[in-house]
């Protein structure tokens, strides 16, 4: 019996299971052979979002119906995805919702809904989203809006403890799932297009939320040997977030964390230089926070490049321990997760703003393509969102390909002088234009970085990734399809329409012995999107939850 009652709505069965709720390290440790959890942002610690399961496979996936629906109740973006435990699924919505739901019923166990300043608003830059939580031996965690990090208990959904970390006023927000490594809650912050906001990544003691290392992403002072790589002393008002959840090597150690585009986004005349460590991969140590090593994707970044997207960990078929990268810079990364020296970079989608690499995958930047004071650049691809945005693709160790979803477009930009303002847009843009888009999903070989199949769509491709031992890989998109298809070759084997928009990240589990799959819905955050957005999708109407398939019986 659950020692507290539950809230009871969307009650579909009168009697309740008590399912077991403790993850311990050894859980969060062994992700990658649990098929029934999902226990991390990125599925392991490896961020392959695989699941082992085979249930649904190639043949029945056809099969698959709603089996029950959560409404969020909120009509902002929806970023999220479920973290699963023992048949408990815990989920956020927008606004710093947790919901923790029996994962057989779709009943609500408890929810959690913060209270969150009214002057927030304006100065979100994706509106009030919320990427989920961690769940760590009996408590949930989740980052703030309001720059908190807050536990819960696991069973009852009641504060434990809350940790300020900033002051939203700064223009300083929190969106992302926290990644529990060496014991530690870590989480990074967002706002780093409100270029005063330092992007920093802090670890807290899981029982008192006291800190215990807090890292900053670029030079707080004149003595960082990083300040030289920013003329001018511009790294004062440099931005570089930590925006996304990293993940974490246990015998190494390591903590891998992306880092932001550094402020003002379009105008890199004033923080001549290499900008360290914004647009970057950050390899740190998990016992002290100190950063061991790194790779910079899109050095002294024009265009909102950022670099925060997710690192794979994949040994891959030449023996190489590598992690995977996918750049909203429009190519994707082989680096050598050891050296962090760069094996190979392949384009994910259309790109014009580079014209080679040099030594260590370095950009050759196209001149052309570079945002100055005097004049329109026009067509430069990729557009701000990225050739791949932050969702997160997948990497099947069964076909070794890795599933990366992909956009196709271009923008315009002209750059304009601009004092740094305290908690305002720090963007620098006279002209901020974006040129329609398209998108799709693309399986590159994880060794060799070749294209294996592509699956182009008319509109670009707005959710996480989801393989399957099944052979079955999933996806959503922003006109609502949540669609199959096969890992190897690609082929569509089944779609259904959630009825809004799809933004969020898929996942699977098993309930009572049965594998479900779950959706988040809901319009998508994207920083700019409405310039181009809005007219595409004028026809949707808002409103988010969660849809959770299984196999017809
Ligand atoms: O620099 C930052 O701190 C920051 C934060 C976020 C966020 O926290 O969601 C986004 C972005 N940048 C961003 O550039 C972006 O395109 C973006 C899209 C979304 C979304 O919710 O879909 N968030 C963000």
């Not at 249930?55 to 119906?65: C, E, F, R």
């Not at 979100?124 to 720059?147: F, H, I, Q, S």
């Not at 819960?152 to 900033?166: D, I, S």
């Not at 084997?493 to 049965?514: A, C, E, M, Q, S």
Request: charged share 20%; with cysteine; proline share 5%.
């Amino acid at each position: 019996e659950d020692p507290e009652p539950p809230l009871g709505i969307n009650v579909l069965e009168a009697t309740f299971k008590w399912r077991p709720n403790y993850v311990s390290d050894d859980m969060l440790i062994n992700a990658d052979k649990d098929a029934n959890n999902w226990l991390h942002y990125g599925k392991d610690y490896q961020a392959t979002r695989f699941s082992q399961l085979r249930q649904v496979t190639q043949d029945n996936v056809k099969k698959l119906v709603p089996k029950w629906n959560l409404s969020f109740g909120v009509n902002d973006a929806q970023d999220s995805q479920t973290t699963v435990v023992n048949g408990r699924i815990y989920v956020t919505a927008s606004q710093n919702k947790v919901f923790s739901i029996d994962g057989a019923t779709g009943r609500m166990l408890w929810k959690y809904e913060r209270s969150l300043p009214g002057d927030l608003g304006p100065r979100l830059c994706c509106e009030a989203v919320n990427r989920g939580v961690a769940v760590y031996k009996d408590m949930v965690y989740m980052a703030t809006l309001d720059t908190h990090v807050v536990a819960l208990n696991n069973t009852t959904g009641k504060v434990v403890w809350e940790k300020k970390l900033g002051d939203y006023t700064t223009g300083e927000i929190y969106t992302s799932m926290p990644l529990v490594a060496d014991g530690k809650i870590v989480v990074g912050n967002s706002g780093g297009d409100v270029g005063a906001n330092v992007g920093k990544i802090t670890a807290l003691d899981p029982d008192t939320g006291e800190i215990v290392w807090q890292t900053t992403t670029r030079p707080t002072d004149a003595k960082d040997p990083n300040a030289k790589t920013w003329a001018n002393d511009s790294w004062r008002t440099g931005g570089s977030s930590a925006w996304l959840t990293g993940n974490y090597d246990p015998k190494s150690n390591t903590i891998y964390w992306g880092v932001g585009n550094p402020t003002p986004d379009f105008d890199p005349s004033v923080r001549k230089g290499d900008n360290l460590y914004s647009n970057s991969t950050l390899m740190m140590d998990a016992r002290t926070g100190k950063i061991k090593n790194h790779f910079q994707y899109t050095p002294n970044d024009a265009w909102d490049y950022d670099g925060n997207n997710e690192t794979i960990l994949v040994d891959d078929e030449k023996g190489r321990k590598v992690w995977l990268h996918g750049d909203r810079n429009g190519h994707l990364y082989s680096i050598d997760r050891v050296t962090g020296k760069c094996n190979w970079v392949v384009p994910i989608a259309r790109v014009n703003w580079v014209t080679g690499f040099s030594d260590n995958c370095r950009p050759i930047v196209n001149p052309e393509k570079v945002p100055g004071y005097d004049k329109i650049a026009k067509d430069i691809a990729p557009i701000l969102d990225g050739g791949k945005e932050w969702h997160p693709a997948a990497y099947s160790p069964k076909t070794k390909l890795l599933y990366v979803p992909y956009i196709d477009s271009s923008m315009d930009i002209q750059a304009k002088k601009m004092e740094w303002k305290r908690g305002e847009w720090f963007l620098s843009s006279k002209v901020l234009k974006a040129n329609p888009y398209t998108g799709g999903i693309k399986a590159f070989n994880a060794t060799t970085g070749e294209v294996v199949w592509s699956r182009p769509q008319s509109t670009p491709a707005t959710s996480g990734m989801l393989a399957t031992a099944g052979g079955v890989v999933f996806a959503g998109d922003a006109e609502g399809w949540f669609h199959a298809m096969r890992d190897d070759t690609g082929e569509a084997l089944w779609r259904f329409n959630v009825g809004t928009g799809i933004h969020g990240n898929p996942t699977t589990f098993t309930v009572d012995g049965k594998q479900y799959v779950a959706i988040v819905y809901g319009p998508g955050g994207g920083s700019l999107w409405p310039l181009v957005y809005d007219e595409l999708f004028k026809h949707q109407n808002r409103g988010g939850g969660m849809m959770i398939f299984g196999l017809s019986e």
